[in-house]
């Protein structure tokens, strides 16, 4: 289920699922697009975000749109743009010079098209830029009436400068949702969507075009994998075929496509026999360029007259550096349009204005129907747990993982072996009666391991119960106060629960399935907090492993702050940092948005994941004085407060560094409760820090029995470690000596650069902050230069040795510390975007000497 139309029932794209739906917001989020470029604003990342977030509902991390589909938005809103004000340009002038500095104009709005799709690397589907595509009507001399055909139509904006000259226009286009987009906007029109390499032999014999305009895949060809370098000729080859006696063909296609090079020139002289090459020049790649690829190009223009000798082609003009020079080229030596029959001339049943096609109504949100699961309750049994008969631990760190309280036939052993420390095994949890509903079937099918399976009934076993006690809430829900006897506003806090389980525990997993178990009876909302929103697809994962939809798990980010959340049912997913956001410009914080969308009696399930991110909520002190509430904890302090009878989950393998950062698991009862001792969290911490690191495993223990901990981790028993060493060739023991040498050659010469720069002289140091900074830089220079230096070095040992180990069948996990992306995103914010595709970005170590 989800909770947008354009989503479907499974993680699909939905441009593969749903083209029509796609195509209408496309076209919706080209209308919102719309209003920049007749503004004269330039159309910029966060402007398509919020269209495209606003046409689709959602964001394209739940994969509703990805950026190539958002780019052709953009192509349509100029389409919108020439069909409304196409007419005023040419009626504001005449000079087909003064049009095309227009276009252009309008054309440098639109983004640099930096990404791309798999589909558009297939179809190779580089759309002609608008000026070009302007240009190219140009060349074909529409006359009014006549039937155009654009074989590989993409996103029309080669046929809507045929539209403006009044011809009838027939496409063919074999993408989905392209052809969909087609269909919407040039309703009325033929439609086909055949392979146009093929178009004579496929198209209806009815239609004759006596004007095909095109831009074909310059090497690609429909169901090849490998490249087709003849792509293009055959292309041409149809559409000469299928062109009317007298038409003219324009085509766009690669560079080398021309009758001089010796590859096609055979092509193109048996085409002569039935047209002539009236017009043949190369254009710079800088012209494609805001299109996603800076490949040079051509402008062909054929008549279909046949050539007084077939071997003689015109000459070429060279290579067009801007289309202001391949129109003065075109304006200077084209000849004109051969006559045609008038029989071909037919007028418009109705012309299309620029209302023709309206903005498609937004996608509502409404809830899409889901299969009913039924869950059945899980069976175990409760037996006694007996301590080790000696009654003395082993002398080792940790011990063997087992269920100690519970046995659960059927279930199956995580798969790779757990262990849990000396401490919490001297101690079992307490003997539960909660029985938690999951899906028939999941138990055998192991999706859930039985130390799994355990977190989800403890879970549930805690969450069913309160902590001892009454307490007010102010407005704020930032002060939390016992509650005197006659107070109508107090309220009982339910208990959480806390999992602290290790690297390869699936903390995940456990995640999704105590989700699962309250979803299963009926608390269909739940709240899923993380430290970054590149989780999100991690929790998807985790949903789905358990067979369910994952787009059910919607992240926040596709709601503005502000604005109401209208999911009827999902797990909505946000980060610490999204949940921060306080209100303002009279728009309500994160924290209200999910209160409201939840209800101050919800009882579902809240999961703080990696909650160590809120360790400072309640401040503390340092060695620098008392340090302020970080943001993050206190608004997750908010949450908590609001809904006192969520299902709190606090999830974390490093739960607090020290004690006081434990202010954040107010719902463990730690302290102002019957089940410690402690009235305040400040006797709390007072007491644990004076106890140390054995006060800590003591507490950790201690909540294990009442149910409320579970820790466990990898067990690393078997793990053997072997040392690869990297035997340095001749030339890298020269090269690390060259570079040795270069450091220390400026390190006997950095003493005379400060003296020069006025940092030091001969009667001392006249700066030392500055010759402090200037000797920091340096080394700290010097030691992540050699280490990228080193690393690289040992990089062929490291092939070497993964080759090796997967020829042996093992799997190879390799650490990567230091990606350098902080140093790539820095040079990247120094240039241009409409720049990344046409230089080299140099993140080597160079950088640091």
């Given at each position: 289920?989800?909770?947008?139309?354009?989503?479907?029932?499974?993680?699909?794209?939905?441009?593969?699922?749903?083209?029509?739906?796609?195509?209408?917001?496309?076209?919706?989020?080209?209308?919102?697009?719309?209003?920049?470029?007749?503004?004269?604003?330039?159309?910029?990342?966060?402007?398509?975000?919020?269209?495209?977030?606003?046409?689709?509902?959602?964001?394209?991390?739940?994969?509703?749109?990805?950026?190539?589909?958002?780019?052709?938005?953009?192509?349509?809103?100029?389409?919108?743009?020439?069909?409304?004000?196409?007419?005023?340009?040419?009626?504001?002038?005449?000079?087909?010079?003064?049009?095309?500095?227009?276009?252009?104009?309008?054309?440098?709005?639109?983004?640099?098209?930096?990404?791309?799709?798999?589909?558009?690397?297939?179809?190779?589907?580089?759309?002609?830029?608008?000026?070009?595509?302007?240009?190219?009507?140009?060349?074909?001399?529409?006359?009014?009436?006549?039937?155009?055909?654009?074989?590989?139509?993409?996103?029309?904006?080669?046929?809507?400068?045929?539209?403006?000259?009044?011809?009838?226009?027939?496409?063919?286009?074999?993408?989905?949702?392209?052809?969909?987009?087609?269909?919407?906007?040039?309703?009325?029109?033929?439609?086909?969507?055949?392979?146009?390499?093929?178009?004579?032999?496929?198209?209806?014999?009815?239609?004759?075009?006596?004007?095909?305009?095109?831009?074909?895949?310059?090497?690609?060809?429909?169901?090849?994998?490998?490249?087709?370098?003849?792509?293009?000729?055959?292309?041409?080859?149809?559409?000469v075929a299928r062109l009317a006696d007298g038409g003219r063909l324009v085509a766009i296609t690669g560079a080398n496509c021309a009758p001089d090079h010796k590859a096609w020139r055979d092509g193109f002289v048996?085409?002569?026999?039935?047209?002539?090459?009236?017009?043949?020049?190369?254009?710079?790649?800088?012209?494609?360029?805001?299109?996603?690829?800076?490949?040079?190009?051509?402008?062909?223009?054929?008549?279909?007259?046949?050539?007084?000798?077939?071997?003689?082609?015109?000459?070429?003009?060279?290579?067009?550096?801007?289309?202001?020079?391949?129109?003065?080229?075109?304006?200077?030596?084209?000849?004109?349009?051969?006559?045609?029959?008038?029989?071909?001339?037919?007028?418009?049943?109705?012309?299309?204005?620029?209302?023709?096609?309206?903005?498609?109504?937004?996608?509502?949100?409404?809830?899409?129907?889901?299969?009913?699961?039924?869950?059945?309750?899980?069976?175990?049994?409760?037996?006694?747990?007996?301590?080790?008969?000696?009654?003395?631990?082993?002398?080792?760190?940790?011990?063997?993982?087992?269920?100690?309280?519970?046995?659960?036939?059927?279930?199956?052993?995580?798969?790779?072996?757990?262990?849990?420390?000396?401490?919490?095994?001297?101690?079992?949890?307490?003997?539960?009666?909660?029985?938690?509903?999951?899906?028939?079937?999941?138990?055998?099918?192991?999706?859930?391991?039985?130390?799994?399976?355990?977190?989800?009934?403890?879970?549930?076993?805690?969450?069913?119960?309160?902590?001892?006690?009454?307490?007010?809430?102010?407005?704020?829900?930032?002060?939390?106060?016992?509650?005197?006897?006659?107070?109508?506003?107090?309220?009982?806090?339910?208990?959480?629960?806390?999992?602290?389980?290790?690297?390869?525990?699936?903390?995940?997993?456990?995640?999704?399935?105590?989700?699962?178990?309250?979803?299963?009876?009926?608390?269909?909302?739940?709240?899923?907090?993380?430290?970054?929103?590149?989780?999100?697809?991690?929790?998807?994962?985790?949903?789905?492993?358990?067979?369910?939809?994952?787009?059910?798990?919607?992240?926040?980010?596709?709601?503005?702050?502000?604005?109401?959340?209208?999911?009827?049912?999902?797990?909505?997913?946000?980060?610490?940092?999204?949940?921060?956001?306080?209100?303002?410009?009279?728009?309500?914080?994160?924290?209200?948005?999910?209160?409201?969308?939840?209800?101050?009696?919800?009882?579902?399930?809240?999961?703080?994941?990696?909650?160590?991110?809120?360790?400072?909520?309640?401040?503390?002190?340092?060695?620098?004085?008392?340090?302020?509430?970080?943001?993050?904890?206190?608004?997750?302090?908010?949450?908590?407060?609001?809904?006192?009878?969520?299902?709190?989950?606090?999830?974390?393998?490093?739960?607090?560094?020290?004690?006081?950062?434990?202010?954040?698991?107010?719902?463990?009862?730690?302290?102002?409760?019957?089940?410690?001792?402690?009235?305040?969290?400040?006797?709390?911490?007072?007491?644990?820090?004076?106890?140390?690191?054995?006060?800590?495993?003591?507490?950790?223990?201690?909540?294990?029995?009442?149910?409320?901990?579970?820790?466990?981790?990898?067990?690393?028993?078997?793990?053997?470690?072997?040392?690869?060493?990297?035997?340095?060739?001749?030339?890298?023991?020269?090269?690390?000596?060259?570079?040795?040498?270069?450091?220390?050659?400026?390190?006997?010469?950095?003493?005379?650069?400060?003296?020069?720069?006025?940092?030091?002289?001969?009667?001392?140091?006249?700066?030392?902050?500055?010759?402090?900074?200037?000797?920091?830089?340096?080394?700290?220079?010097?030691?992540?230069?050699?280490?990228?230096?080193?690393?690289?070095?040992?990089?062929?040992?490291?092939?070497?040795?993964?080759?090796?180990?997967?020829?042996?069948?093992?799997?190879?996990?390799?650490?990567?510390?230091?990606?350098?992306?902080?140093?790539?995103?820095?040079?990247?914010?120094?240039?241009?975007?409409?720049?990344?595709?046409?230089?080299?970005?140099?993140?080597?170590?160079?950088?640091?000497?």
């Open positions: 289920m989800t909770n947008s139309p354009l989503a479907g029932a499974s993680a699909r794209p939905l441009a593969a699922a749903c083209p029509q739906q796609t195509a209408t917001a496309i076209i919706t989020a080209a209308h919102d697009l719309l209003g920049h470029l007749a503004a004269g604003r330039r159309i910029d990342t966060p402007a398509i975000r919020t269209a495209m977030q606003s046409a689709f509902g959602a964001s394209d991390a739940t994969g509703a749109w990805d950026w190539k589909i958002a780019y052709e938005a953009v192509e349509v809103a100029q389409l919108l743009f020439i069909r409304r004000y196409g007419p005023a340009i040419h009626a504001r002038t005449a000079d087909a010079f003064e049009r095309l500095t227009l276009v252009e104009r309008i054309a440098r709005l639109a983004p640099t098209q930096t990404r791309r799709s798999e589909e558009m690397q297939a179809y190779q589907q580089f759309s002609t830029p608008l000026g070009l595509a302007w240009v190219a009507g140009f060349a074909a001399g529409f006359l009014p009436g006549e039937l155009v055909l654009e074989p590989s139509a993409g996103t029309g904006l080669l046929a809507i400068q045929a539209e403006l000259a009044g011809c009838r226009l027939a496409m063919n286009e074999v993408a989905d949702v392209r052809a969909a987009l087609l269909g919407n906007l040039f309703a009325g029109s033929p439609l086909s969507m055949h392979d146009a390499a093929q178009i004579h032999d496929r198209l209806d014999a009815g239609v004759v075009p006596s004007c095909i305009i095109m831009n074909p895949p310059f090497s690609a060809a429909l169901n090849v994998d490998s490249r087709v370098a003849d792509a293009a000729i055959r292309h041409l080859s149809s559409a048996r085409m002569q026999d039935n047209a002539r090459v009236v017009f043949s020049a190369a254009i710079a790649g800088s012209v494609f360029a805001p299109h996603g690829t800076s490949v040079e190009t051509r402008l062909t223009v054929i008549d279909k007259v046949p050539a007084d000798n077939p071997a003689q082609f015109p000459a070429s003009r060279g290579m067009a550096p801007d289309l202001a020079t391949l129109l003065r080229w075109l304006a200077d030596s084209l000849p004109p349009r051969q006559p045609i029959s008038a029989s071909a001339l037919q007028p418009l049943v109705a012309a299309r204005n620029s209302q023709a096609i309206k903005a498609s109504p937004r996608p509502k949100l409404a809830t899409a129907p889901i299969p009913a699961i039924c869950g059945v309750p899980l069976d175990y049994d409760v037996i006694d747990w007996c301590p080790p008969t000696d009654g003395k631990l082993s002398e080792s760190l940790y011990e063997p993982y087992s269920l100690q309280s519970i046995r659960i036939a059927g279930a199956q052993p995580h798969p790779t072996r757990l262990v849990q420390s000396a401490a919490m095994s001297s101690v079992a949890p307490p003997k539960p009666s909660y029985r938690p509903h999951l899906p028939a079937g999941l138990v055998e099918q192991g999706l859930l391991s039985d130390a799994q399976l355990e977190s989800v009934i403890y879970a549930g076993e805690a969450h069913a119960d309160h902590l001892a006690g009454s307490w007010s809430v102010d407005a704020t829900w930032d002060r939390v106060e016992a509650a005197p006897d006659d107070c109508d506003t107090a309220v009982r806090f339910r208990k959480g629960w806390f999992l602290g389980d290790g690297t390869g525990a699936g903390k995940g997993r456990q995640v999704a399935g105590i989700v699962l178990d309250n979803w299963l009876k009926g608390r269909t909302r739940a709240v899923w907090i993380s430290k970054s929103d590149k989780l999100l697809e991690d929790a998807q994962r985790d949903w789905k492993a358990l067979g369910q939809e994952p787009l059910l798990v919607t992240p926040l980010a596709r709601f503005r702050q502000g604005t109401p959340i209208r999911l009827e049912q999902g797990i909505l997913f946000t980060t610490y940092a999204t949940l921060r956001s306080d209100a303002r410009e009279n728009r309500v914080s994160r924290v209200q948005q999910i209160v409201d969308w939840l209800g101050t009696d919800f009882d579902g399930v809240i999961v703080f994941d990696e909650s160590h991110a809120m360790q400072n909520a309640g401040g503390g002190t340092s060695k620098r004085g008392d340090c302020a509430p970080s943001q993050q904890g206190r608004a997750g302090l908010r949450l908590q407060h609001a809904l006192p009878n969520a299902r709190i989950l606090y999830i974390s393998a490093t739960g607090a560094t020290t004690v006081e950062n434990l202010a954040y698991a107010q719902r463990l009862g730690l302290w102002g409760g019957a089940d410690f001792p402690f009235d305040k969290r400040t006797d709390f911490i007072a007491a644990i820090e004076a106890g140390g690191v054995a006060a800590m495993e003591v507490l950790a223990r201690d909540l294990k029995a009442l149910g409320l901990y579970a820790a466990r981790s990898l067990s690393y028993e078997g793990v053997e470690y072997e040392l690869i060493e990297h035997q340095l060739t001749p030339d890298q023991v020269r090269i690390y000596d060259a570079y040795a040498g270069a450091f220390q050659v400026i390190h006997n010469n950095l003493d005379a650069a400060l003296e020069a720069a006025n940092v030091t002289s001969s009667e001392g140091t006249l700066n030392r902050y500055a010759k402090s900074a200037a000797r920091s830089a340096f080394e700290s220079a010097k030691q992540r230069f050699f280490n990228h230096l080193i690393t690289a070095m040992k990089t062929p040992t490291l092939i070497a040795a993964i080759d090796q180990g997967l020829a042996d069948g093992h799997a190879a996990v390799v650490q990567i510390v230091s990606t350098g992306e902080a140093l790539l995103s820095r040079r990247l914010a120094d240039i241009d975007p409409g720049e990344w595709n046409d230089v080299q970005i140099d993140i080597t170590p160079r950088e640091y000497v």
